[in-house]
């Protein structure tokens, strides 16, 4: 068992290693040798446990989605149809967490995408279609039930999600550090305020300041 644990750790250390190096150089920059020097163990052993570099790159993304998914308070709040001033702060909180927590998660993905073609499609449909899919069916049956504007679905969940992604970054060279991008709350309470504003209907009840309400309470 102690062998066993050994192996263990060092297949560990050599993952986070060759996430950080993919993460930070590409895939066709970063050498096993470079991942075995960082992760402190021999190229030799790096090659016992991985046959090939392409395998450590797919182990190393693997790691990194493991916990990507939505919470149990989340899921119970789609299934049960709940409002949107309910659901969409809480699935921008889940995007925003993946920006702020887990950086080296995107830019993994952006790697597989630049320099893997067709495996990179493969596999994030395997471990991100889940997530992507229960938001769309949530915003497909807000839009259908009249909750919320009525915006073709597949593009709505693209830009609800994209705006989450890319909002710091653009916030950044556009306004520097002021405003709703001086910290991660007022961010989430700027893009809850921004989406439940852009998709109130006529007979919708909610409104910014519920918003805001809503956000703070989350992070209170």
């Known amino acids: 068992m102690s062998v066993q644990l050994k192996r263990s750790v060092k297949v560990d250390r050599i993952v986070d290693a060759a996430g950080r190096l993919f993460a930070r150089q590409g895939y066709h920059g970063t050498t096993t040798r470079e991942i075995a020097h960082l992760a402190d163990v021999s190229e030799n052993t790096l090659y016992r446990h991985f046959d090939h570099k392409e395998d450590l790159f797919w182990s190393a993304l693997r790691s990194h989605c493991a916990g990507l998914k939505l919470n149990r308070e989340l899921m119970e709040g789609i299934a049960r149809g709940d409002a949107p001033e309910v659901v969409l ?3 921008l909180e889940l ?5 702020n927590y887990r950086p080296e998660l995107l830019r993994l993905v ?3 995408f630049l320099e893997m073609n067709a495996k990179a499609g493969r596999f994030c449909t395997e471990h991100f279609s889940p997530v992507i899919s ?7 049956t807000s839009t259908r039930e009249g909750k ?3 915006l073709e679905p597949t593009m709505l969940t693209s830009a609800l999600i994209m705006t989450a992604l890319t909002h710091r970054g653009i916030s950044s060279l556009i306004g520097g550090s002021n405003g709703a991008s001086a910290n991660g709350m007022e961010a989430h309470r700027a893009q809850t305020r921004f989406w439940l ?3 109130a209907t006529g007979s919708s009840t909610y409104s910014s300041s519920q918003a805001e309400r809503t956000t703070s309470r ?3």
């Open 89 to 91: 702060p809480r699935i």
């Open 95 to 99: 995007l925003a967490d993946t920006v």
């Open 110 to 112: 952006a790697v597989a």
């Open 134 to 140: 229960a938001i769309h069916c949530y915003l497909e």
């Open 148 to 150: 919320i504007r009525e």
């Open 197 to 199: 504003d852009l998709l």
């Open 218 to 220: 989350e992070g209170a």
